[in-house]
Structures are given as structure tokens and as C-alpha cells.
């Protein structure tokens, strides 16, 4: 990738947004931002951090972090305002603040200023967008906001078993998965499983009700989405899913960074890692299940997918978007399914997804730098 292409004389400037922290400077993950100044120094483009107090767009010049990589400090100097910003703001509860919110906003409308992914998506607002087309929608489980019994009785009645999971949640953090078990005797009982920090344990019911008291006592007063569940291909009777990195690259369009995949782990609901799950690589698992060539057409498939979602989420969100990673499910007949897209990927373990990764953040960052910035 050529920054030199950049039509500046100047370096190609791109600044990580994040918050100001009193206790450290700033928030958010500095080894990721070290990775990315690292690229960036390769590359031939200056990545320092800003923090939203410390980024007026008025000057030519913002007080920022940089990293010296002889050192390994970090030292706050004056630089030129950067040419894109790559907003970092490492959780919702801070991206709300009043003068976090003003700087995100004040981003958007500068015509000096390129900001991507300017907000966290939630399930339920992801689930809406991705309503509006059967293209689309075929790809994504039955979801519905979680809001009283009657919603739980019916989508009950229609799916042997669901999901229940938190709007703002990552990570696995409060989710429940809730199964119908008809008895021999045609008596019904429910059982309830919630995952905890690796583990998960399980509870029985004969009534419906208890089941939404007890939904409602975890849940308090979060809102959830209850989805369709989906029966996962497994692995050693480990269900898995697939984590797609799309990126936009530095002709500005969509592409598949990597994909992996997560093995839940022995006890648990979902596949994080944190929560017992492993990784493992795609087309291993997929050949243990379908042999090689439906695996392949399989991977091929949801290549192809991703995309498609991401350019359904990229226009129906209308944020301009740089990169997102994509949870997706595959079922026992191979076919695909939409979990949920985020607008701040955690860092892939995989070294060959992690590198591209990086050097396309700057390559997009090239593209937007030399775009005319229209409204
Ligand atoms: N509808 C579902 N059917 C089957 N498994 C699911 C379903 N929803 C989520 N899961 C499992 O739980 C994991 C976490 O769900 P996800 O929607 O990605 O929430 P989080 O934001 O906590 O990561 C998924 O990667 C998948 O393994
Ligand atoms: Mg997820």
C-alpha cells in the first residue's frame, strides 16, 4: 500500500479517538493502539491518540498522545490535526457523555475531518436495519424485542429454543438460552441456561410464568431481544461459529479481512474465548462436518454473506462505516446465519488477520484522506 499516494505533502495524519482517563491519561486498549501507530510507522502514515476533550476541530494543530517506539512512552505534544479519525471509544457508557457525543457530532459535519464508525450498533437497532429486505432477512433469525410474557409464549410456540440476549451486551455478558422439552406424558417443561463467567447452569420449570419471573429477575431492567435459536454445527459435540473481519479497503470498498472460528467451550452458551470457548481455524471444523467440498462452498458462502451484510448494515445505518466484525452461525444443514456485526472488533488472535487488519485501517484511511469530503 502506497501512502505516499496521499495528496498532501505532509504524512498522512490519522488520530485513534478515545476518552481522556484521569487515572491513565486516556481509555482504551493501548497495545491495539501501539499496534496501529506501529503499522502506521511502517507504513509511512503518523497514528497518535486524541483524546475528545483534547480535539477541537477550530485549530490546524491538537494536542496529542504519541507513542515513541525507542522509549515505549507516551508523550503529549502538539500535532497537526489529523486527516482521519478512527474512533476508539472503548464503551457506550462513555461514547454517551454530552461533550463525548458533541465531539463525535462536530467530527461528522467538519469537512477536514474523516471520522469512521462513529457509534456502537445494539442487537436490537442492528435487527431493525436488517429488516427491510428478504434478501436480507433470510439470513437472520426470528428476533423480537423482549417485552412482555405474550412475546416469550409465542416465540416459544414457533422455535424449540431461544436466545435471549442483552441490547448493548458483548462478550456473552447476561445471555440466556430458553428450550421447550415436551414429555412423554405431553407435559412441558422449560429449561433455562445463563451463561456465567465461563460456566453456565441450568434451571427447570413447569410454568410459564416462573420462567418470566425468573428472565425478569437477571435481566432487570436491561432491555433484551429474543431470537430465534439456531442449531450450530459442532465440533466434538461443541457447537462453533465463525467471526468475519470486514474491512474497507483503499479503493474504499468491502472485503473480507479473515475469518475464524470460535469452539464454545464445554459448559457454556456462546463461543468467547473469555467463556471457556478456543479457537480454532474455519476450514477444519467445517470439513469435520461436511466434508471438503461442501466446506468449501460453505466458506465461499459466507465470505459472500458477510459482505452482503455489511453493505445492508453500511446503507441502512447511513454512518460511514470502515470496518466491523460479524458473528455468524452455521446450522446443521449448512446454512448461514447472522448473529450480530460490531462497529469496534476486539483484536483477532489470528497473526494473519491481525496484520491485514492493521495495514488496511491505514489503506482506508489513505482512501478517505484524499476524498473530498461531501455532505
Ligand atoms: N440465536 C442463536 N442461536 C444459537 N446460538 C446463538 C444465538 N445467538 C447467539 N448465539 C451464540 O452466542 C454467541 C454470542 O451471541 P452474540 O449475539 O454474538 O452476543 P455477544 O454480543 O454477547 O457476543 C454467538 O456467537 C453464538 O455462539
Ligand atoms: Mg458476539
Redesign the pocket.
Known amino acids: 500500500m502506497d501512502v505516499s499516494a496521499h495528496k498532501k505533502q505532509q504524512p498522512l495524519c490519522i488520530g485513534i479517538l478515545t476518552t481522556p482517563d484521569p487515572k491513565r491519561q486516556f481509555s482504551g486498549n493501548r497495545e491495539n493502539f501501539i499496534d496501529l501507530i506501529k503499522a502506521g510507522y511502517e507504513q509511512g502514515a503518523l497514528v497518535y491518540v486524541v483524546t475528545t476533550s483534547d480535539l477541537k476541530l477550530s485549530g490546524k494543530q491538537v494536542q496529542a498522545y504519541c507513542y515513541q517506539l525507542a522509549s515505549k512512552k507516551w508523550n503529549k505534544q502538539l500535532m497537526p490535526l489529523p486527516d482521519v479519525i478512527y474512533n476508539r471509544i472503548p464503551t457506550r457508557r462513555l461514547e454517551i457523555q454530552s461533550d463525548v457525543q458533541r465531539t463525535i457530532q462536530a467530527c461528522i459535519r467538519s469537512k477536514q475531518v474523516h471520522l469512521f464508525n462513529p457509534f456502537f450498533f445494539d442487537?436490537w437497532t442492528l435487527f431493525e436495519w436488517l429488516d427491510q429486505s428478504p434478501e436480507i432477512r433470510k439470513y437472520v433469525?426470528v428476533t423480537k424485542q423482549l417485552s412482555s410474557q405474550a412475546v416469550l409464549e409465542s416465540m416459544l410456540k414457533r422455535f424449540p429454543?431461544?436466545?435471549l440476549?442483552?441490547v448493548e451486551?458483548?462478550?456473552?455478558?447476561?445471555?440466556m438460552?430458553l428450550e421447550r422439552i415436551t414429555k412423554k406424558s405431553g407435559a412441558q417443561t422449560y429449561k433455562l441456561t445463563m451463561q456465567e463467567t465461563a460456566d453456565s447452569h441450568y434451571e427447570l420449570f413447569t410454568n410459564l410464568s416462573d420462567v418470566w419471573n425468573r428472565i425478569a429477575e437477571n435481566k432487570k431492567d436491561e432491555n433484551y431481544i429474543i431470537?430465534?435459536?439456531?442449531?450450530?454445527s459442532n465440533f466434538n459435540k461443541r457447537?462453533?461459529?465463525l467471526?468475519a473481519l470486514l474491512q474497507k479497503t483503499s479503493k474504499g470498498t468491502w472485503s473480507v479481512t479473515g475469518i475464524g472460528a470460535?469452539v464454545?467451550g464445554k459448559r457454556s452458551?456462546?463461543?468467547?474465548v473469555p467463556r471457556g470457548g478456543s479457537i480454532d481455524d474455519p476450514a477444519r471444523l467445517l470439513e469435520k462436518s461436511f466434508g471438503p467440498l461442501k466446506a468449501k462452498r460453505i466458506l465461499q458462502r459466507t465470505r459472500s454473506t458477510a459482505l452482503l451484510m455489511a453493505n445492508s448494515v453500511e446503507q441502512t445505518s447511513k454512518q460511514k462505516l470502515g470496518e466491523m466484525s460479524m458473528?455468524l452461525?452455521v446450522d446443521l444443514d449448512g446454512r448461514i446465519?447472522f448473529?450480530?456485526a460490531?462497529s469496534k472488533p476486539m483484536k483477532f488472535d489470528e497473526p494473519h488477520i491481525r496484520k491485514k487488519s492493521l495495514t488496511r485501517i491505514i489503506g482506508y484511511s489513505v482512501y478517505l484522506a484524499n476524498k473530498n469530503k461531501t455532505k
Request: no cysteine.
Open positions: 442487537k433469525p429454543f431461544i436466545y440476549k442483552p451486551g458483548k462478550a456473552g455478558k447476561g445471555i438460552r431470537q430465534q435459536g439456531i442449531l450450530l457447537p462453533f461459529d467471526r470460535r464454545a452458551i456462546t463461543t468467547h458473528d452461525g446465519w448473529f450480530e460490531n
